[in-house]
């Protein structure tokens, strides 16, 4: 899946380079200027809020969120709640540990605390998260 959208992306900035020089412009092309939000911003967010607890020894090992482990442990996994996974790309609002970070877990009968437990993330940080699921969930 990703290899294939790097591959669509590299198509797309070939065809743009042809395009610019089909209308004699003879500069290089200008890189491509990606903005939206990547694993790298999520993984910020999880080191700082969350692997103090989802780490191997701590209280939540079980979904490690370090950045050797995080990607593989919450896309398309199973949460602890039957048919909901804890990353479904693309589907933020079917992603249980974005209804863990927004606290709307309990809509669906999952149980705990919202995460982190105690407090909201920062809205801006929450969208980091839903942008990142929104875009593909890509790593
Ligand atoms: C103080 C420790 C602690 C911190 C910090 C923390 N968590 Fe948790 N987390 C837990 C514990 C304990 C559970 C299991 C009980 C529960 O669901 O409340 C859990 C459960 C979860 C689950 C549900 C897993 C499932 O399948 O039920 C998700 C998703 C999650 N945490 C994500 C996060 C994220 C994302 C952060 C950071 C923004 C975070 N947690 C920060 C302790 C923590």
Avoid at 14 to 28: I, Q
Avoid at 72 to 88: E, F, R, T
Avoid at 106 to 133: C, K, R, T, Y
Wanted: proline share 7%.
């Amino acid at each position: 899946m990703s290899r294939y959208r790097r591959l669509v992306v590299g198509c797309l900035v070939v065809a743009a380079g042809c395009g610019k020089l089909e209308t004699g412009d003879t500069g290089p092309a200008e890189p491509p200027v990606d903005t939206s939000v990547t694993f790298a911003d999520v993984q910020e967010i999880f080191d700082d809020q969350c692997v103090s607890c989802h780490v191997a020894g701590g209280v939540m090992a079980t979904v490690p969120l370090t950045a050797a482990e995080a990607y593989d442990a919450i896309v398309n996994v199973p949460s602890s709640v039957d048919g909901v996974v804890l990353v479904k790309p693309q589907a933020p609002d079917d992603s249980y540990l974005v209804m863990k970070v927004r606290g709307t877990y309990g809509e669906i009968g999952g149980g705990g605390d919202s995460m982190p437990p105690g407090f909201l993330l920062a809205q801006n940080h929450i969208d980091v998260i839903v942008e990142w699921v929104e875009g593909g969930a890509l790593p």
